[in-house]
């Protein structure tokens, strides 16, 4: 997978490229600037997940990606709500549900604001 980015989303500088460095069988990204003539590089995260954090969250069944992920955000929550679905915690569940209608409530207004201004 070759990542591309316009923007840093950690510094929000123009990204040259996107560096791969293998430490051990991992393999991080890293965004690559250039100021004036001295290089910087961004930590972006792993290529695929993060290993140590993503284990403090199995009982979510939650694995936790680096920052080029676009679809991260809908991974999070396809394992979040296979959580919910499968928990019987009354308290937990009532506190989820008005967080979840109060998103779905935002993206379908967005979705229905960006089909009137197309």
Do not use: W
Not at 39 to 54: A, T
Not at 91 to 108: H, K, N
């Amino acid at each position: 997978m070759s990542v591309c980015i316009d923007r840093c989303p950690r510094c929000g500088r123009r990204v040259v490229r996107v560096r791969e460095r293998r430490i051990g069988n991992r393999v991080y990204l890293y965004a690559v600037h250039y100021e004036g003539s001295r290089k910087r590089e961004c930590y972006l995260g792993p290529k695929d997940r993060y290993e140590y954090v993503s284990r403090l969250h199995e009982r979510e069944n939650l694995a936790l990606r680096g920052l080029v992920d676009k679809f991260r955000a809908i991974q999070y929550l396809e394992s979040l709500a296979s959580f919910l679905a499968e928990t019987d915690d009354v308290e937990l569940l009532s506190e989820a549900l008005p967080v979840l209608r109060q998103a779905t409530f935002c993206v379908e207004r967005k979705i229905r604001g960006k089909g009137r201004r197309d």
